[in-house]
């Protein structure tokens, strides 16, 4: 079964082709990321109105939430580029997802954090074995696992394809993971708090909360592409054109 | 200054001052960090490969 | 440069370039507690009461974990063989070896207790036990496990035997330690608990080396 896939999807499997697109966007990426991000952090911590339960730690949450998503998505791209890396057969998807693995554990590393610190004053614990926490702690393992696969191999296709091939079990896990702690944690009821489920935030909250996702994806390009990028020029340091490069360097 | 009367109120954050600065200063931090690997990543590279064709040029 | 800072610095600097390898019995620590959580009850009451041991059961099988490559890799490229064949003392070789293996396992996982210890709930009074008691335990774990770890490393299924061979000797560690905790978490007076660890860290210290160096030279012959 052949797949047609558009002429840049089969260009992007050139490494240096690669290199050049990203070198490119990575400065769109990078101003991108600083104007929103700034932007979002001042409106979310000065001009979004306090929480009428929270007061203002809820602030917490325009750093939390993003990184949350991110820690989820940067984990469905790593599995999604992976696949794509094995079926296809291209070098350039698996250097993605390895250079995407160590930005979506500290994706997961600021959620459980931020999580940990608002849960203090919300829940009056540091820590609470609720349903989000622990699916973003085993997120966390996972990621974990993923990055000690691939340096344990000392020939890097191999591992590769193993970080791969974890990294689409880890994915189909997720809902089974999900739908076993939500299950677990109901079976114990912790009584002393309830989950913060906002069920509609006014829009002087969700705008700047939006604003922090998109700062937060950018950065997250910036970050993916320059890891890529490197990591490009170290697998491919005897062609012809990352000599030009080094030599340009020197 | 949006919601709050003044710089100190500001910072005091209704008295959540620790909670969310901590927070802040803990992504800073990563993304810092983040940065920083990779710029260290990017050095090692060149200076490897700074060595090596030195090395080879006197080879030749 | 004197033999015993040698293979101190030498073992640091090969551990530090692996740091993969550092870093795996500490997550296996981390994901180990983790489990009991899922497995008893979250409940802040149940787990903090068995914190401590949960803790401690942990950190000795993460210990136990990173006990593997102790010798595994200089016994592959044959260096251990010349290292035992050398005149210098084999005592100080065990020793600079252990050493260097425990300030990258035992020690760090010490360290890193009072993190999980926050996720079970234990109350912040038995934290000065909690890792007081690792950082004198662990030293022990590493020097008795150096010597299943010598006996098995020409075996290639190694691994779970050390844990055989070494589990029932970990016991005393174990139940001190734990215990040393649990009197920390009651505020009852830890000094004789410390003082037990203490004990068995110097005594496993005076002997175990020997030991250590007959089960290499066994090792390497067969």
Redesign the interface.
């Known amino acids: 079964m052949k797949i047609n896939m558009p002429r840049w999807f089969y260009q992007l499997a050139s490494p240096k082709w690669s290199y050049d697109i990203m070198g490119m966007l990575l400065p769109w990426f990078a101003v991108a990321a600083g104007l929103l991000l700034t932007a979002g952090i001042i409106w979310g911590l000065m001009f979004a109105p306090p929480d009428y339960q929270q007061g203002n730690s809820y602030r917490i949450i325009f750093i939390h939430v993003p990184s949350a998503i991110l820690a989820q998505s940067c984990f469905m791209l790593m599995a999604v580029a992976g696949l794509i890396g094995m079926v296809w057969k291209m070098k350039v998807a698996h250097i993605v997802a390895k250079s995407a693995a160590p930005i979506g554990a500290s994706m997961t590393v600021i959620a459980l954090a931020t999580g940990a610190i608002w849960g203090k004053p919300t829940w009056g614990?540091?820590?609470?074995?609720d349903a989000r926490l622990?699916s973003m702690?085993?997120l966390l393992?996972l990621y974990?696992?993923i990055?000690?696969l691939y340096?344990?191999f000392e020939n890097k296709a191999s591992g590769d394809q193993a970080a791969a091939i974890l990294a689409l079990v880890g994915l189909v896990n997720i809902p089974i993971i999900k739908y076993s702690?939500e299950w677990?944690?109901t079976l114990?009821q912790?009584a002393t708090f309830t989950l913060t489920k906002k069920p509609a935030m006014p829009p002087e909250m969700w705008l700047p909360l939006l604003v922090m996702v998109l700062g937060y994806y950018c950065f997250f390009g910036f970050l993916l592409m320059a890891r890529t990028r490197i990591e490009l020029l170290e697998r491919e340091n005897k062609s012809g054109w990352v000599t030009t490069i080094i030599n340009e360097q020197l | 200054m949006g919601y709050f009367n003044s710089f100190s109120e500001f910072l005091d954050m209704g008295g959540h001052a620790l909670y969310v600065w901590l927070s802040y200063a803990i992504t800073l931090a990563v993304f810092i960090l983040n940065l920083l690997f990779i710029w260290l990543k990017k050095r090692a590279f060149f200076s490897l490969a700074k060595r090596q064709t030195k090395r080879e040029q006197r080879n030749l | 440069m004197s033999f015993f800072s040698a293979i101190l610095h030498r073992d640091l600097l090969l551990a530090l370039r692996n740091r993969?390898e550092i870093?795996?019995p500490l997550?296996f620590f981390?994901?180990v507690i983790?489990l009991f959580?899922?497995a008893v009850?979250?409940?802040?009451t149940v787990l903090s009461k068995i914190a401590p041991g949960i803790i401690w059961v942990a950190a000795l099988l993460a210990t136990l974990l990173s006990l593997d490559s102790l010798f595994k890799n200089d016994f592959e490229d044959g260096s251990l063989e010349q290292l035992l064949v050398s005149p210098q003392s084999l005592v100080l070789l065990t020793i600079g070896k252990v050493l260097s293996h425990w300030l990258m396992s035992g020690f760090l996982l010490a360290l890193l207790s009072p993190l999980l210890a926050?996720?079970l709930?234990l109350p912040t009074q038995a934290f000065g036990a909690l890792v007081g008691s690792l950082l004198l335990g662990t030293p022990t774990l590493s020097l008795i496990g150096a010597i299943g770890a010598a006996l098995t490393v020409g075996l290639r299924k190694g691994g779970v035997l050390i844990s055989l061979l070494v589990l029932p000797l970990y016991i005393p560690v174990l139940i001190f330690g734990a215990g040393a905790v649990q009197a920390g978490v009651m505020g009852v007076p830890i000094a004789g608990y410390m003082a037990l660890l203490g004990a068995m860290m110097v005594f496993s210290l005076m002997f175990a080396p020997f030991a250590i160096a007959a089960a290499l030279k066994l090792s390497i012959r067969n």
């Open positions: 614990a540091w820590w609470v074995w622990t702690l085993i393992f974990m696992g990055m000690a340096s344990a702690v677990w944690n114990h912790p | 993969n870093i795996n997550a981390m994901i983790a959580p899922l009850s979250p409940e802040a926050i996720m709930f």
